[in-house]
């Protein structure tokens, strides 16, 4: 079973709808991430929670919200998706536990595919 | 601003000879370094790391170089294969202040390696 998932797996929206995309972990890590991919500009952080009542902007964060309803569960919301929106979406979770040797490693999940028309 | 550079957007390679990609960075706050490697349809991967502290960590047909005085890190892999036909992302973290656990990325590089 996956580690990290994410629903849906593609998604075709029109201009201004609302859009949810869901990420759910099972590696009981503490910190979870959003980012896209957009060819040419590799992977951009959306958003980051440390924890529960931690979130954080990235570096491309207008234009998006996020919930972390859990521990294991961060979601990410275009209140109003555009066309250059259209990306790869990626979540991705790490652990604080510095006595594990992969404390400074993310784990991503498979990817959302969204298109916005 | 790009404060990780991965200049090179392809490469080719024939199957067992050395495949080498490179990746720049701008930031000194950054002292941790990652590769991940990216299939289609598929999420990035981990697949090996190295610590400032360090100008070499190898990983099987796998190694990382860094030449922090240059910001500069390399991924040597040898021989390459087919399989290893993917995008491959360099990625920088500081290991202190606020922006401890963040990676930041680069464009990546597409890896083909031919029969």
């Known amino acids: 079973d996956a580690d990290v998932t994410q629903t849906p797996r593609n998604r075709i929206t029109k201009t201004g709808k609302r859009i949810m995309l869901e990420c759910s972990q099972t590696k009981g890590h503490d910190r979870m991430y959003w980012y896209r991919q957009d060819p040419g500009l590799g992977l951009r952080l959306i958003y980051y929670?440390?924890?529960?009542?931690?979130?954080n902007k990235g570096e491309i964060s207008d234009g998006y919200s996020v919930s972390r309803q859990a521990q294991a569960k961060f979601s990410l919301s275009l209140e109003s998706a555009i066309p250059n929106q259209t990306a790869l979406y990626f979540c991705?979770?790490?652990?604080?536990?510095?006595?594990?040797?992969?404390?400074?490693?993310?784990?991503f999940g498979p990817g959302t595919r969204l298109t916005v028309l | 601003d790009q404060q990780v550079k991965q200049n090179s957007p392809s490469l080719s390679v024939q199957e067992g000879r050395i495949s080498i990609l490179n990746c720049d960075y701008t930031n000194s706050m950054f002292d941790y370094f990652l590769w991940y490697k990216k299939y289609p349809a598929e999420g990035p991967t981990f697949l090996i790391s190295i610590s400032s502290i360090k100008d070499k960590n190898e990983d099987g047909r796998f190694t990382v170089f860094l030449n922090k005085s240059a910001k500069h890190l390399s991924l040597h892999i040898v021989p390459s294969q087919p399989g290893d036909s993917a995008v491959y992302f360099c990625a920088a973290s500081p290991l202190s202040g606020t922006s401890y656990g963040k990676l930041t990325f680069g464009q990546g590089t597409i890896l083909t390696v031919h029969p």
């Open positions: 929670s440390f924890d529960v009542k931690d979130i």
């Open positions: 991705a979770t790490s652990t604080s536990d510095l006595e594990l040797s992969s404390y400074n490693e993310q784990f």
